[in-house]
């Protein structure tokens, strides 16, 4: 007994104090870190990170699109992010012949910057606890109305300890956004789906853009009258380079961590969820790669497809892995346990881990169901355009309106590998059978799928009489009496059952995410010692650390700086993935670097890329990497798949985030895409 309460004590102090460098701060309580932000190197003060009253750093950090951070370079509205963020919209521009995403594009004046519709970038006006003023009766909606009196405003109200704090959150959103240039994705994309979530790294992974507004430096809608947009402040870039043991900080918008669960969440992700997701995606990135192994075409036509299934299918084995090799489950275990014998005594809080488990218990079977078959049948392209069909046909059957079915399905018909699909389908209809709870098995599947003597029979019978995959033209009543719509109906059920469940993460679901409050609030109480720090969620925070290597294994030390020597040991025109521009060949035999030259490890190069022990997530791709003196040294775009954990454990011996060093950037416009004009407008120190 006595040596159990021991190591429960242990474990909690090594387990429950944030370690250094973990932690996704809220900008406006950074007052808290600064002391150990200065002690690491930072020399500002909390109010240059974020201040209402004058222009601080958070004026200099965008939302790019949905789910990316950008960092304005400026004075003029000029914006760094990566090449992966503006991917669909250096894809949107592309044509067979300006071919954007694979030669790159420089705009060489105003004038040649191209606009992309839809793309919008938004900045935070604000933020503010309102967790007093709800609290005392004030309506959410009054709130939120208030905040958006304001050219191109929008707010919303954020929860912050599952639903203890609330905060408000205005900001001011862009709407004509243009490309500026990028590199060819042979720089961009360098090392593809091989390299990604690896070190070392040697990804130019950025691509730029100007925000332009109307004459009062307001949000407006594209017009060829509109100025670039005036940041209240833009970065100041730091040339001089990173050495290991640099303090360096990420400013953006991570999107989603679950630092606080319960080890039966933790279990969840590690042994059922992340095994089946990784399952799955591992055999339908086995017959996409087998037909792309065959034709040019296909593995051009399915590079966007291969390249989104396999970025979360390795994030996934890291974290299993991560998980696996710190003990989450059994730390939280322990760690919950010495809570419960705290908790015992005190009404309000003693019963709460035994609810959480039974409401787990009773969560999780519809959880997995909604994940199961959004990852097995839903990725059936053949169910979903089945599924789209009927539902317009119905829709527009209830507003006595006709739908043109034969225009859907030329359209769908214009880029439908059905061989490819048709294989897809077997293997996620025979794992769908596999893995669902019997009770929950749609009966008409299972006659179907007797009465042709096995899965793969029925499913081969499906997709040859389908009219809705065939050449013929169809009509609405071939929609209807269609096998495809047949089978879409098969999962009416499983599809409205999964709508209960579309949150976030597993305890997001509210009948578990309700006794998060006050779970959290205890923790609060009980655990004095631990900094705490709110879930990413999509909204602005400060990580920090240092440029750091890391030595996962015994002997096994990865250094922090990558240089383009690498690229060139990389180089080869046979392989997609690593067939760098001949330009860059050419420089590098000569090694005149000019400016961006500098001796690295010995060797006189270019740096690429470094590791830093930032604690980021998915949505913190673009953030700008800023230095003590609050500079930009580089961007982020990437973490070690070793580290992906870290949305769950933190793990400051091995978790590391990777930037591109701005040099690199800098190097990339000046040499290769001959744009050096664009500094003129730049602050280069
Ligand atoms: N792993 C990075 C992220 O999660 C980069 C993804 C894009 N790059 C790629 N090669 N697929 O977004
Ligand atoms: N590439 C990720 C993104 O797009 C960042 C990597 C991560 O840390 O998850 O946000």
Redesign the pocket.
């Known amino acids: 007994m006595i040596k159990k309460i021991f190591i429960s004590a242990l474990l909690c102090c090594t387990f429950l104090t944030a370690n250094a460098d973990e932690g996704m701060w809220l900008p406006n309580l950074i007052g808290s870190r600064i002391k150990d932000m200065r002690a690491k190197g930072f020399r500002l003060k909390a109010e240059d990170i974020y201040s209402i009253n004058k222009a601080s750093l958070k004026d200099a950090v965008v939302q790019f699109g949905g789910?990316?951070?950008g960092e304005f370079l400026s004075g003029e509205g000029l914006l760094l992010t990566?090449h992966?963020?503006g991917y669909g919209s250096i894809q949107r521009l592309s044509s067979v012949e300006h071919d954007y995403l694979t030669h790159g594009y420089w705009a060489m004046s105003k004038e040649e910057e191209l606009p992309v519709p839809g793309l919008t970038v938004s900045l935070l006006v604000r933020m503010e606890d309102v967790t007093e003023r709800l609290a005392k009766g004030e309506k959410a909606e009054d709130i939120i109305a208030e905040a958006k009196k304001g050219e191109g405003y929008r707010a919303s109200i954020e929860q912050m300890y599952y639903g203890n704090q609330q905060f408000l959150f205005v900001y001011q959103t862009y709407r004509d956004v243009r490309f500026v240039g990028a590199p060819p994705s042979s720089i961009g994309k360098f090392g593809g789906d091989t390299d990604?979530?690896v070190w070392p790294r040697h990804t130019g992974d950025f691509s730029i853009f100007r925000v332009y507004a109307d004459e009062n430096n307001n949000p407006a809608d594209y017009s060829k009258d509109n100025k670039p947009y005036q940041p209240k402040r833009h970065f100041t870039i730091s040339t001089k380079g990173v050495d290991e043991g640099d303090f360096t900080m990420i400013y953006g918008f991570?999107?989603n961590t679950q630092e606080y669960v319960t080890a039966d969440a933790v279990e969840y992700v590690a042994k059922v969820s992340d095994p089946m997701k990784i399952a799955l995606r591992t055999q339908r990135l086995e017959i996409i790669e087998a037909a792309q192994a065959e034709s040019a075409e296909v593995r051009i036509a399915f590079a966007a497809v291969h390249a989104g299934i396999a970025?979360a299918w390795k994030?996934w084995q890291g974290e299993v892995m991560g998980l696996n090799r710190l003990g989450t489950v059994e730390k939280k275990r322990a760690y919950e346990e010495s809570f419960a014998a705290w908790a015992k005594t005190k009404p309000e809080y003693a019963n709460l881990l035994d609810d959480m488990h039974k409401a787990y218990e009773e969560v999780i079977p519809g959880y997995y169901m909604r994940e199961l078959y959004s990852e097995s049948i839903a990725t059936i392209d053949a169910y979903s355009f089945a599924r789209s069909l009927w539902t317009a046909v119905t829709r527009a059957e209830k507003e006595g309106k006709t739908y043109d079915v034969e225009k859907a399905h030329q359209n769908f018909l214009k880029t439908y590998n059905q061989n490819i699909d048709q294989a897809i389908a077997r293997r996620m209809v025979v794992e769908f059978c596999e893995r669902v709870a019997p009770e929950r098995m749609p009966a008409d599947l299972k006659v179907q799928i007797n009465y042709y003597g096995g899965v793969e029979k029925y499913v081969d019978a499906l997709f040859r009489s389908s009219r809705l995959l065939g050449k013929e033209p169809i009509t609405v009543s071939d929609v209807r009496g269609d096998a495809m719509t047949e089978f879409v109906r098969m999962f009416n059920t499983i599809r409205n059952d999964a709508l209960n469940y579309s949150y976030r993460n597993l305890s997001n679901v509210p009948a578990v995410e309700k006794y998060y409050r006050p779970y959290m609030r205890a923790l609060r109480e009980w655990d004095k010692e631990r900094a705490f720090y709110p879930d990413a969620n999509f909204t602005l925070r400060v990580a920090y650390g240092t440029v750091a290597g890391y030595e996962y294994a015994d002997a096994e030390y990865h250094h922090p700086v990558s240089t383009i020597d690498g690229i060139i040991a990389k180089d080869d025109p046979n392989i997609y993935d690593y067939n760098i521009p001949q330009s860059l060949r050419d420089i590098y035999a000569t090694k005149d670097y000019g400016r961006w030259g500098q001796t690295i490890n010995g060797r006189y190069s270019v740096p690429v890329c470094f590791l830093a022990t930032n604690h980021?997530?998915?949505?913190?791709?673009?953030?700008p990497v800023i230095n003590g003196k609050g500079e930009l040294i580089g961007i982020?775009?990437?973490?070690t798949w070793r580290?992906?954990m870290?949305?769950i454990e933190f793990d400051p011996t091995i978790c590391r985030?990777?930037s591109v060093d701005i040099r690199y950037v800098l190097f990339v416009i000046d040499r290769i895409g001959g744009a050096s004009y664009l500094f003129d407008e730049m602050n280069l120190k």
Do not use: A
């Open positions: 789910g990316c951070t990566n992966h963020c990604n979530w991570p999107g970025n994030k980021t997530s998915g949505g913190n791709s673009g953030s982020n775009f990437d973490r580290s992906t870290s949305d985030n990777i």
